[in-house]
């Protein structure tokens, strides 16, 4: 599985941005698939998601500013809005197949004050 995460780039606060992932090989069965980033200096944490039941979930930083969607069982979408220097970050996208978690490569956002 490959995993291609795109949109990242640079924004002014109160700005938006739209990521994109695309995953490609062989899925089969229950996939799920997520959003994290990681900021320079600290650990890697989840953005959003989807808990079991298919209902979205987001970390308490992003509420109400993220959304995420997911058009297909191979694409997922991180929208972004009101940003601020505090996502400055790396977003990586993964999936979660079975007993595998992959993760693309990752698509950096850097927010300007």
């Known amino acids: 599985v490959q995993l291609q995460a795109s949109g990242g780039g640079l924004a002014q606060a109160g700005g938006s941005l739209r990521l994109s992932c695309v995953a490609s090989?062989?899925?089969?069965?229950?996939?799920?698939m997520a959003w994290y980033r990681q900021a320079p200096g600290k650990q890697r944490e989840l953005v959003a998601g989807?808990?079991?039941?298919?209902?979205s979930i987001y970390a308490d930083s992003v509420k109400g500013r993220f959304t995420i969607s997911g058009a297909s069982i191979n694409s997922l979408y991180l929208q972004m809005n009101s940003l601020s220097p505090e996502d400055t970050a790396v977003y990586y996208c993964?999936?979660?197949?079975?007993?595998?978690?992959?993760w693309g490569q990752g698509t950096l956002v850097t927010v300007s004050s």
């Open positions: 993964n999936m979660q197949l079975g007993p595998s978690s992959f």
């Open positions: 090989g062989r899925i089969f069965g229950s996939a799920h």
């Open positions: 989807f808990d079991s039941s298919g209902r």
